[in-house]
């Protein structure tokens, strides 16, 4: 029969049209977005055995910290601080310190603290101070700068001194020789500190009772507190 040639072309054509099976994913199956690795997170490298712990340091100025001191808001009227006779024994250029001990030198350990301030009794920042003294034993280095050293107040207008209890000499109580000044190219103010209890104060024709010092015994150390006041 001649039907068979056109049933055999007619099952090709339609096998050829038949849909193909899907043999990928399911097309309800959502594309997957490329995703980026997390980045590694960032960690600390470990200490080393035997590595010094790092610390953040103490201000450089904060002398009172270390010491273990702690200074009370001044206590100030605005009385300007009296100006004292300088003497005959003043140095220029001393070095800058905070700690005029040094071995050998005879006299208790003192520590003298406070702050300057102005006639406001703002702490005065920054400002400038210039301290001579005897040895315990009333003997001033006339030669060097023993016992001398100028220093600049810190940030809160205190300054710290570290020194001996000074001595006697002929016809003197105890006492300190200061300079201070906002900036030592300002006014400065020379004046004398003096201690209480020190009995050749009735007799000191210079002494002044407004300049005495305060003391205290902290932490098993002398401590005097005494604010300067200048304009
Ligand atoms: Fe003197």
Known sequence: MKIYPY????????????PS?????PADTPTAAPTAAPPPQATPPAPQPGAPETQTPPPADDLFAAAGLTLEPPICNGALTPSQAQGPFYTPNTPQRNSLLEPGIPGQRMIVIGYVLD?????????????WQ?????????Q???????????SQGRYYLE??????????????????A???AEKVLTTQIYFPNAASNQTDG????????????????LVAYFNFVIP
């Open 7 to 18: 049933l055999l072309a007619l099952l090709i054509l339609l096998t050829a049209c038949a």
């Open 21 to 25: 099976v899907e043999t990928s994913r």
């Open 119 to 131: 006639a406001n009794c703002q702490p005065i920042p920054n400002a400038w101070l210039d301290f």
């Open 134 to 142: 005897t040895d315990g034993e009333g003997r001033y280095d006339n």
């Open 144 to 154: 060097g700068f023993k016992l001398r050293g100028q220093q600049l107040a810190d």
């Open 163 to 180: 020194t001996v209890y000074p001595g006697e000499y002929p016809g003197r109580t105890p006492h300190i020789h200061v300079k201070v």
């Open 182 to 184: 906002r900036s030592p």
């Open 206 to 221: 210079i002494f002044n009772p407004q300049n005495l010092v305060t003391f205290d015994i902290r932490n098993d150390m």
